[in-house]
Structures are given as C-alpha cells and as structure tokens.
C-alpha cells in the first residue's frame, strides 16, 4: 500500500499557512539576528560536534520520516493511503503471484483430506480474530467479547480434533462482522463475499478485504489527525528537527552552505554595484539584510537542480519546490512564445480579442510533460511555431486580410524554435522578469491580500503567475516559521562572525 500523493493541494497548503501565523519581515530583522536568544524557547540549541552511532542515525531517520509525514497529512488535505496491484510483469509481483497460489492450494488440498487437517486453517482464523479486534473502538465490550468467543481458537481445535468445526459458519461470522465495522464503500465487497461458495476462495476474499478495510481505517485516523496537526504543525516540525539536530550535529550542513551562497550572491551583487575596497566590502557584510539572505535564497530554489540533496530543513516541500520549478519552466516558455509572436505580427493580430490566451491554448497542450527526460523542447517549440502560424493566419483569412509569407512564417518559426538555445535574449529577459516577481512577492508582508503588479510581459499568464506565486509564498512563509530559529543561529554565525558569544545566542542553553 504505497503513500499517495494528490498533487492538486497545494491551496491547502497556502490556507495553512496563512491560518497558523504571519510571518513578517520583523521576524528576521538585524536586531534579531544580533540580539542575545540564547533563553529565548524557539532558540535551537546547538550542540559540539561528536561521533554519530548507527542507532542514533535511525533515530534521526526515523525522526524525520514521522517529521515528513506529518508535514504531509497537514498541508495536503487529499493526502491517503491508496491500494496498489503490483504490474503482473513486475519479478516482484511475479513472485508474490507464485508464493501465494502455493499457499491457497495448500490449503485447499489440507480441507480435502479425510479427514480434513485443519491447522493452517485455525491460524488464519486467529490472524482474522486479531485483525477485527484492532478495528474495534475503545468500550466496544459486547462485540470484543463475541469476537473472541466465537473465533476462539483453543476451541476450534478440540472441535478440528472431533471433526466438528463448522468452517462455513464460522466464515459467515467473520463476513457479517466485517459488515457491521465496515466503511459503506466496502458495502459491495462485503455483498461478493456473501456470494462465494469455495471456501479458500472466500478466506482468500476476505483476507482482500480485510486489507481494504485496514486501509480505510488507516485513512479515517489520517482525517482525525488532520486539523490537530494543522493547530500544531509548526512546534511539532521545530521540536522534531531539533531532536534530528540532537542526534545528527550535521543535519544543518547543507542548509549552512545554502545560505552561505546566498550572502555570497549578496556580496557579489553588492560588489558589481558600487567599486568598493576590501574594507569596504567587509563591512557592507554585517549591513546586508538577514530577510533579503534568505529570501534569495528561496529564489534559487526555483531553478534548482534537484538531482542535488536540498537543504534538509526543505526537505518535507521537496515535491512541491519541484512542481512549482517545472510549471515556472512551463509558463516561462508561453510567455516567450507569445512575446516573440506579439514582436513579429502583433499589427497583424492587434485587432484580435483574446488572440494572446488564444496563442496560450495552443502552447500548454503541446508543452505537457516537459520534466520528463524523454521530452523533446525543440521538437514541441517546432510543433507550437507551426500552430501558431496556422492560427495567425487563419485569423487573417476571416478577416479578409492576406496571409503571413513564406518567409515571415520562416522567421516566425524559427524564433520561437529557438528559445531552446542557452542565452537565449528572450528566453533571459522572461526569466528575469519571473524572478522579478516572485522577489517582490517575498518582500509583501501579507501575500494573500494583494499581488504585486506584474512585470511586462507576463501578463498573458498573470493568473497562473499568480497561483503558483501564492502556493509558492505559502510554502516559504511556513518554512520560516518552522525553521526560523535554525536560520537565525546560521545567519548570526555568518553575518557576525565578531560578535561576542554571549551576543550571538550560538551556544546552547543551559536548561
């Protein structure tokens, strides 16, 4: 039973984030950063470097699958548990096939046998008996009690000894009990038990069933779990990445490197800006703005390669992160398409209402599927120039105007086919400009209220800018305030080397 993950939740994503607490700017001012936390509650502690043995390292493994899990359950709320065939092809699936039929037609010949050997039979009767206790809810003492009294395997084998256990009975038990505890989607399997007659077929039926059923109630706990998690999401992912922190020193490495590339980047933009001396350029560091480190820093999580490890306090978002980058890529390429169409032909489509989305409805169809190694940009940049030729010059055509030339369509083609090349001029200033507006995104105190305007160019695809900007922000502005007080110690090591240690708050505290 693979974990499955509906990919259409990251709105539920961005209520959460709005619902458990704003996160501002002030959270990560200079003051903050340079002020003495080292009592504060929210503070990490840190801990000196020591060896790792392997049973802490499956603690913190196990720390931050439960961490991951429940980052899961909280912000996707159609987040389950899914049932899953394993491929009929599959050595594993093959396998399984094999080792089961062996088992039922063991079985089967045990039940034919005269007198029958009824052994294998009692185990699984015992194996069912403790299945459907563990559905039962707390004070459920009538049902327990019957469960146990009919499923009683010490006297099914004085009745096996005597030849006396009525099994089809005691299957019929079994399928009205599962009746009764039962979700109603499972109402029609329940109904095809009935109906069976060969009796290791129904044990294995209801073995099918029972697994179906524990499924069911694994999904209910999930719903149950769901709005407690929500409520305390925050101080459960902070308390158990600390624990993670306690049993691996390192797990802050890479996040330490990443935000270590972030100042860089500062310090080089700085740098490019004004020609300053070395001195110069050492204490433009302590002026450089925390907020302004890691939200650049967020930003280059938008064209990351994620064949690399992400920092591991963006672990739980990886999927999303990831999501978010190929629809960028994805809305990146529209945008261009249409910009480059709009500088070729645009007085010839001027006139046309709607022709910018029309050229968008073209495009997507077409760029499905581009994060897929097997995907062919140019060959779908080809197919798309040829569309829109196709569509500019039919509108043309209704309008009673000529058509685009030979050479004009040519030349149309061949811009849009390459917008694959690297450095392509188009290509850059969109990108650009995307970043332009997921930065300005960042610097907003409150993303749900207002959007910041859209930079020229984009607004064909303003409102998908817009979607994923606010999915995207959610999933920042949560990860700060999770992960705030880890990034803060870094940041205060790095940005403030000098500072005195009492100032810093990098040692651990005492209690």
Known sequence: MPLSDDQNSDSDSSRLSESTASSSDSEYSRQSFTSDSSSKPSSPASSPPKMVTFDELMAAARNLTDLTLAHEIAVNANFCIKHEDLPQNSLVGTVKRIVHKAFWDHLESELNEDPPEYEHAIKLFEEIKEILLSFLTPGANRIQNQICEVLDTDLIRQQAEHNAVDIHGLANYIINTMGKLCAPIRDNDIKQLKATDNIVELLRQIFHVLDLMKMDMANYTIQCLRPYLQRNLVDYERTKFQEILEETPSALDLTTEWIKESIEDELSSISDESSSSSGADHSSKSNISPTLVLNNGYLKLLQWDYHKTIPETLITDEVRLQELREKLNQLKIIACVCLIT????????????????????????????????TFDLKEALNAIGVQICSKVNGSLSERGLPTLNAETQNNLMGQIASIVEENNPVCSLIDKRIQLFMKSLLALPSFQKCMPAVPGGLSVIQTEMEFVGSQYASIVNFNKQVYGPFYANILRKLLFPEAPIGKTGTEAPTN
């Open 342 to 373: 709009n500088n070729m032909v645009g007085a010839a489509i001027v006139d046309v209402p709607d022709f910018a989305d029309q050229l968008k409805r073209v495009s997507v169809p077409l760029l499905e599927g581009m994060s897929k190694k």
